[in-house]
């Protein structure tokens, strides 16, 4: 702080460009990150960016039980909340440093 408790503007602009470039080198990673989901001991495998874009399904025919559809539903759904999390975490360690911790700050493109 300089004299009379103003902020340096000129340091608080280097910081938020800084902050700034942190956000999109983070942003980049994610995009080529590839984070798997499985469920039934691999019987379904989803696949995700690490910005949360799926990018492919895989169902093992063995998981295929035309008289238990439901089974099968629940081994997808139960890949994908896998693959969510594992994208979620790996977003946070990415982008939790970019941005200094600000938590719930909303930021522009998010």
């Known amino acids: 702080m300089r004299p009379g408790g103003q902020p340096n503007m000129q340091q608080i602009m280097k910081q938020a460009q800084k902050m700034q470039q942190q956000v999109a080198q983070a942003q980049a990673e994610l ?8 469920a039934g001991g691999g019987l379904v495998t989803v696949v995700v960016t690490g910005l949360g874009e799926y990018k492919s399904v895989k169902i093992d025919p ?31 360690q990415k982008m939790g440093p970019a941005t200094g911790g600000l938590g719930g700050l909303s930021l522009p493109g998010f």
Do not use: P
């Open 31 to 38: 995009a080529e990150a590839e984070l798997t989901g499985t």
């Open 62 to 92: 063995k998981a295929v039980d035309a008289d238990d559809v439901e089974t099968l539903e629940d081994l997808v759904l139960a890949a994908i909340h896998n693959a969510a999390e594992a994208q979620r975490e790996l977003t946070e």
